[in-house]
């Protein structure tokens, strides 16, 4: 693909025509049936969506998470298929292609293509220039109070139409838009749904090398074989520009992907040290994860986290011990599905640990490595290529829709 002159050949010298949403589609925004109405709410057939559905099952949906009954349908109108919902609150710009008739939460904009406009304008264009809506969406707001873009607003952004006189070739030209933005999006997916199986396929490899049948190998308590220390509140001395990673349970359980900074090195950390969230939400993927520190002198410990060095590593490799308390069955059956789990520290030290022969365990490590580069690795492996495909979707999704502008950008 030539970067410079692909669209230009794909319009042919075409004139495009930037039209304002609220010209060519009905935009309005959802709402949300009385919750004290259980009749509303029981059996229904009407798929409700909300941003959650978005977050959970992606950007082109057919079934929502919940449902209502058609009684819940105002003046028993539902949004119609092929329409976009769009987060105009809160999480703005978030939005999917709806496939069927549907009704939606209030904190979510509709856009409807309308009936004097389908032979010129496809949903799934729309679709796609959804994300730069999504951009002029976020673009609009303040970055201070409560985000709102009023459906006012959202009707006077424009979108580019090419050729609006000659409809089979504007159309077709929209196809071809799509058909390479689907190309790109089929590969993530692809890739994405390799990585879940990938993902399944460790974590059963994981539970059966680590697990041994009673009296195969023998077991200490976790305080025989390593020692423990707690951390220390950072939120005072945070500072972005900080020389610290602080060690929290939300560093920990994206793989160090998400960090604050802080001036002071309350807790040191040290290579080899393996940490553990010790609290999380009910059903949380964070309480016992782990995280094997790589180096001195960068990290400190937050509250809450605990941290375990190894007293003889002639007994038991940190990396195995890393691998044996990481979502560790016995920590994770304190988690009653309701309350808050706080882990105590006495209860972390008297888990049972195995502690095969050193050629074992570097066997099972080994094993396991593979499959965390794998399945996790944001330099090798699945993560990695998604990583890659994805921005290189994005890269072309821009490239795709950046026409010609003649008038103030995306404002009518």
Not at 16 to 26: A, K, N, R, S, T
Not at 91 to 98: F, M, P, V
Not at 250 to 255: D, G, L, P
Not at 357 to 374: G, N, W, Y
Request: proline content about 4%; charged content about 25%; hydrophobic content about 35%.
């Amino acid at each position: 693909m030539n970067e410079s002159t692909f669209l230009d050949k794909l319009l042919d010298g075409v004139d495009v025509q930037w039209l304002p949403l609220g010209e060519i589609c009905e935009v309005k925004n959802g709402y949300t049936p009385s919750k004290s109405k259980t009749e509303l709410w029981e059996n229904g057939t009407v798929p409700w969506f909300r941003m959650e559905d978005i977050r959970k099952n992606g950007r082109v949906l057919s079934g929502s998470i919940q449902h209502v009954t058609s009684a819940a349908v105002k003046n028993g109108k539902l949004f119609p298929a092929n329409s976009i919902i769009m987060s105009t609150t809160a999480t703005i710009g978030e939005h999917a292609l709806i496939t069927k008739d549907f009704l939606c939460n209030q904190q979510l904009t509709v856009l409807s293509i309308k009936e004097s406009f389908k032979n010129i304008l496809s949903p799934k264009y729309l679709f796609y220039y959804g994300f730069k809506i999504g951009d002029l969406c976020r673009g609009s707001v303040s970055p201070v109070g409560f985000a709102l873009v009023g459906t006012t607003k959202v009707r006077k952004f424009q979108i580019p139409i090419p050729c609006p006189e000659n409809p089979e070739k504007s159309l077709a030209i929209q196809a071809e838009i799509v058909r390479i933005l689907d190309t790109f999006t089929e590969l993530t997916t692809e890739l994405t749904t390799e990585l879940t199986a990938r993902t399944k396929q460790y974590n059963y490899y994981r539970d059966q090398l680590l697990t041994f049948e009673d009296g195969d190998v023998e077991t200490f308590p976790l305080h025989e074989i390593a020692h423990f220390r707690n951390g220390k509140g950072h939120e005072k001395i945070i500072d972005e520009n900080g020389a610290y990673v602080v060690v929290n349970s939300k560093f920990i359980s994206t793989r160090g992907w998400v960090r604050k900074y802080s001036s002071e090195q309350l807790c040191p950390l040290f290579n080899n040290d393996v940490l553990i969230v010790m609290s999380d939400l009910p059903n949380g993927k964070a309480l016992a994860k782990c995280f094997l520190v790589d180096q001195d002198d960068r990290y400190t410990l937050n509250q809450r986290i605990g941290a375990f060095s190894v007293k003889h590593e002639d007994t038991i490799s940190t990396k195995f011990l890393f691998y044996i308390l990481d979502r560790n069955r016995q920590l994770l059956r304190f988690d009653n599905g309701v309350d808050q789990t706080n882990l105590r520290k006495g209860d972390i030290l008297s888990i049972k640990i195995p502690v095969p022969s050193k050629e074992e365990q570097a066997r099972i490590v080994a094993i396991l490595d593979k499959f965390d580069t794998l399945t996790h690795s944001i330099s090798e492996g699945l993560p990695r290529e998604i990583e890659l495909r994805q921005k290189q979707y994005e890269y072309y999704r821009d490239l795709l829709l950046n026409f010609p502008k003649t008038q103030t950008e995306g404002f009518a």
